[in-house]
């Protein structure tokens, strides 16, 4: 059964970080390409950050780029987003997503930042 468990989200006041963790089984993750996307209210699910199946490359989107790091440890079938600096405009549910042909999704962390 494949299962992506995401967690580490929450609230935080503008400018600050929070490290985002998912936790993949059921699948052979370091097969994967791995993605973090996210949903804000009453906006389009869009993508955040990728990351190759070793982990050896990565690419961002343009409103994340400088701040959001994403990385994986393949030993620990586990997927990371640091997100620093962040914005009242980063405010949404983000998910995890295992790419190869086919997608595994995760049921999504809130993270909220506001004042």
């Known amino acids: 059964q494949v299962q992506l468990v995401e967690s580490g989200g929450g609230l935080v006041q503008p400018g600050g970080s929070l490290r985002l963790s998912c936790v993949a089984s059921g699948f052979t993750f370091s097969n994967y390409v791995m993605n973090w996307y996210r949903q804000a209210p009453g906006k389009v699910r869009e993508w955040v950050a990728r990351?190759?199946?070793?982990?050896?490359?990565?690419t961002y989107a343009d409103s994340v780029k400088g701040r959001f790091t994403i990385s994986r440890d393949n030993a620990k079938n586990t997927l990371y987003l640091q997100m620093n600096s962040l914005k009242p405009e980063d405010t949404a549910v983000y998910y995890c997503?295992?790419?190869?042909?086919?997608?595994?999704w995760g049921q999504g962390t809130q993270v909220t930042v506001s004042s």
């Open positions: 990351i190759g199946n070793l982990g050896d490359w990565t």
């Open positions: 997503n295992a790419n190869r042909g086919n997608d595994y």
